[in-house]
C-alpha cells in the first residue's frame, strides 16, 4: 500500500492537511527514537537541598508537530507585546503556562512521558554524589523506556539534555549515562547518542520542562500524579528505592 497522499491545494482546510501531513510523517519520518529528559530539584544534601530530585523523560519521534504549535504560540505572545525567549515552566507567567499545557493536552499522543523521583532523605551516603544519584535515575528510567516502547523500528536513540553548566560536571554526569546507554543499546546494535543542549535551542527540551515542573508540583503537593489530565500516555515508574 503507497504512502497516504499529501494535498496542498489552498481550498482544502489547515486541520485536514495537518492530518494528512502528520499520518504521511508518521509512515515515513526516520526511526529514530528521542529521549528528551529534565529534571526538577537540586543534588545538595545539605541546609539548602530540596525534598527530592525528579527525572522525567519526554519520548517522541519526528516530526515534533507540537512543537510547531509551540513555535505559532511564542509568536502570537509576541505580537501581544509578551517578550518570551523560550518556554520555562515555574518562571512563565499563570497564563502562558495555560496555554502551552492546552496545546500538549491537544498534543497528547505526540509524546510518551516517564517520570521517576527520589526522596533525598533516603538516599544512603556512600550515593550522595551526583553522579550515583543521576546514573541511578538514569538506569531506571531508561530500564522503564525500554521495556515500553517498541523498539522493533528504532534505528537510532538519542538523549537530549538541557546543557550543563560546567565541564567538569558534563563529563562527571555524562560518563555513566554513555556506559549505560552502550550496555543497553549496543547489545540489540541500537546507533545512541547523548547530547546537552542549551533548552532555548529546542522546543522539546521546553516541553520536557514543562512535563517535569507538573509532576514537581503534584508530588510536592501531596497529590496523586494527574499528568493524565494532560498527557494519557504518561507512565508514573515511581519512587528509587534504596
Not at 525567549?85 to 495555560?98: G, I, Q, S
Not at 521517576?116 to 551516603?125: A, H, Q, R
Amino acid at each position: 500500500m503507497g504512502a497516504p497522499q499529501v494535498t496542498w491545494s489552498r481550498s482544502e482546510t489547515s486541520i485536514s492537511r495537518k492530518v494528512d501531513e502528520k499520518e504521511f510523517w508518521r509512515d515515513n519520518a526516520g526511526r529514530h527514537l528521542y529521549m528528551y529528559l529534565d529534571e526538577s530539584g537540586n543534588l545538595d544534601f545539605g541546609r539548602n537541598g530540596t525534598p527530592y530530585f525528579i527525572m522525567t523523560c519526554a519520548v517522541a519521534r519526528r516530526p515534533f508537530l507540537a512543537c510547531d504549535s509551540l513555535r505559532s504560540y511564542r509568536y502570537d505572545l509576541w505580537e501581544q507585546g509578551q517578550d518570551v525567549e523560550k518556554f520555562h515552566a515555574c518562571e512563565d507567567p499563570n497564563d502562558v503556562r495555560k496555554g502551552v499545557y492546552s496545546i500538549l493536552s491537544s498534543s497528547h499522543d505526540e509524546y510518551r512521558v516517564y517520570s521517576i523521583y527520589v526522596t533525598k532523605s533516603e538516599v544512603p551516603e556512600d550515593m550522595r554524589t551526583p553522579d550515583a544519584i543521576y546514573a541511578k535515575v538514569f538506569e531506571l528510567l531508561i530500564n522503564a523506556i525500554y521495556s515500553e516502547e517498541h523498539l522493533a523500528w528504532v534505528e537510532s536513540a538519542i538523549v537530549v539534555t538541557d546543557k550543563l553548566p560546567k565541564d567538569a560536571e558534563r563529563r562527571k554526569v555524562s560518563r555513566p549515562l554513555k556506559k549505560y546507554m552502550k550496555k543497553k543499546f549496543q547489545s540489540r546494535h541500537i546507533p545512541y547518542s547523548l547530547l546537552h543542549h542549551d533548552s532555548s535551542s529546542d522546543m522539546n527540551l521546553q516541553v520536557a520542562d514543562y512535563f517535569c515542573w507538573a509532576a514537581q508540583r503534584d508530588l510536592a503537593q501531596g497529590k496523586s500524579w494527574p499528568m493524565v489530565k494532560v498527557l494519557d500516555q504518561f507512565v508514573k515508574v515511581g519512587k528509587v528505592e534504596f
